[in-house]
């Protein structure tokens, strides 16, 4: 366990050894500024407004949903798509290796 816990202390200091490094440029400082003044501003509209988080949470997952039905209609059409080409294949062979032979027929004649 102690192992373990090294493993998750040395992790977690060099995280925070890349995060800080990464700070020292500016872009980097000021895209971390504004991202933690937007997420702040909108945690402020959603603590006074929380019928609206709780709508933005309810779309998120009915379009999550929605996109799911959608991947799992697709999956379902290709899995049809490949059962007919299984099908398919056999007889395509076999008309392949008839006009072959006639073909093959025909021209020794």
Do not use: C, W
Request: no cysteine; proline share 2%; charged share 30%.
């Amino acid at each position: 366990m102690g192992n373990k816990n090294k493993l998750l202390k040395g992790v977690l200091l060099g995280a925070l050894v890349g995060a800080a490094i990464s700070l020292l440029d500016k872009k980097t400082r000021d895209h971390i500024k504004d991202i933690g003044i937007k997420t702040t501003e909108q945690m402020k509209h959603y603590v006074q407004n929380p019928s609206e988080a709780s709508n933005a949470v309810k779309n998120k997952i009915s379009e999550a949903k929605q996109t799911l039905r959608h991947v799992s209609d697709d999956l379902s059409f290709i899995n049809e798509k490949v059962k007919e080409l299984k099908e398919l294949t056999p007889q395509v062979i076999e008309l392949i290796e008839e006009t072959k032979e006639r073909i093959q027929k025909n021209h020794h004649e």
